[in-house]
């Protein structure tokens, strides 16, 4: 809406994944003196920058995730690779083993997800 200051100000929250591929709001303001009945427009054309507001999740199934390795498989041997999204665009994310309950037997790589046997 545009206020009798000329102050635009939005009417719903943009959720920037449901914006369109060039991330834009673009929309026209006419403005009109009432005395005289002149008008002018102008075309005003707004850059949305994204925020981190929406969760990772596992793209793997079926969940929880179940593998096989053998019992004398030597160290970093890959078992499984964890697989996430992240619909932001700063895709940073980082993968770390909690609750741990094989005795330190896995790892994770931060990075690719990568799940393999521990190195002694």
């Known amino acids: 809406t545009v ?4 102050a635009v100000r939005v009417k719903k929250k943009w959720d920037y994944e449901e914006l369109g591929r060039e991330k834009t ?3 026209w303001v006419i403005i009109t003196n009432s005395g005289s009945g002149d008008t002018d427009n102008q ?3 707004i850059k949305v920058k994204d925020i ?4 990772p999740y596992f793209i793997n199934r079926p969940l929880p995730m179940q593998a ?3 019992l004398n498989a030597p160290p970093n041997t890959p078992v499984f690779t964890l ?3 992240d619909p932001d665009t700063d895709h940073n ?12 037997r896995f790892e994770v790589d931060e990075r690719s997800g990568v799940v393999r046997t521990r190195g002694t």
């Open 93 to 104: 994310l980082h993968y770390f083993l909690v609750r741990d309950r094989t005795g330190g």
């Open 3 to 6: 206020e009798p200051n000329g």
């Open 43 to 45: 075309r005003v054309i």
């Open 68 to 70: 096989v390795v053998k």
């Open 52 to 55: 981190n507001d929406e969760p």
């Open 83 to 85: 697989q996430a999204k």
């Open 25 to 27: 709001i673009d929309f």
